[in-house]
């Protein structure tokens, strides 16, 4: 019985871990004057900056933490892209979106690296690329439950790993003057073990609804 209520109170909890604050989003006045004008948008790497505990941080040098950041957007960067075509032909988008492949080779053409990328305009990069407008993404992560109380829940529900919180924010500038027509702003908690995949699914799963090059747009 005591074991059945634990049990209980562990769901419970993961329920609570597994949800999402709801969304921000923000949608310029004029967006209707630029939406027919725009083509082509490119998906840029997004920013990743991961908060690792203490003891994780003492045994990571500062090089493995930029590269693994750096891997990490590319992850983000061409999973958003592949989760917005398939949306796309279900919803038909008023836009396509470049290719990531050639965003990426774009950009080391014109010699800019992956951590120079926010030292660029989205106005400068988008007229680089090429493409009317460019979306880009700033993700954020900490694991605020510690490692006793993840192997618990693990224990008691089969939910193993520490929970980690992401700050996820997806902007879209336009390319003429660099102004910002969509922001979308949202915070999703879920298992340390949560894939790239996972907070992005999270992350569409509700973007994707609001994303404004719809034919209603």
């Not at 923000?26 to 900056?49: E, G």
């Not at 988008?126 to 993404?137: E, F, I, P, R, S």
């Not at 193993?160 to 902007?171: E, F, S, Y």
């Not at 999703?188 to 034919?215: D, I, Q």
Request: aromatic fraction near 8%; charged fraction near 20%; glycine fraction near 6%.
């Amino acid at each position: 019985m005591q074991f059945s209520t634990l049990r209980m109170l562990a769901v419970a909890l993961v329920c609570t871990l597994l949800t999402a604050c709801g969304p921000n989003i923000y949608l310029a006045n004029d967006f209707r004057s630029y939406a027919p004008k725009h083509k082509t948008v490119a998906i840029l790497p997004a920013t990743v900056t991961m908060q690792l505990r203490p003891n994780q941080a003492r045994n990571t040098t500062a090089e493995q933490q930029r590269d693994l950041e750096a891997k990490s957007g590319i992850d983000f960067q061409e999973k958003i892209y592949a989760w917005l075509l398939r949306r796309s032909q279900q919803r038909g988008y008023t836009v396509q979106f470049q290719d990531v492949m050639r965003t990426n080779s774009l950009l080391r053409e014109s010699n800019i690296p992956y951590g120079e990328l926010r030292t660029h305009s989205p106005q400068e990069l988008a007229k680089l690329l090429g493409v009317d407008a460019v979306l880009t993404t700033s993700v954020r992560t900490s694991k605020p439950m510690s490692d006793g109380a993840a192997v618990a829940v693990g224990l008691l529900v089969g939910a193993w790993g520490a929970t980690n919180q992401a700050n996820i924010t997806v902007d879209i500038h336009e390319a003429d003057a660099g102004k910002l027509l969509w922001k979308y702003d949202y915070v999703a908690s879920g298992s340390v073990g949560s894939s790239t995949e996972g907070m992005v699914g999270a992350l569409m799963r509700n973007a994707s609804k609001k994303f404004p090059y719809t034919p209603k747009s």
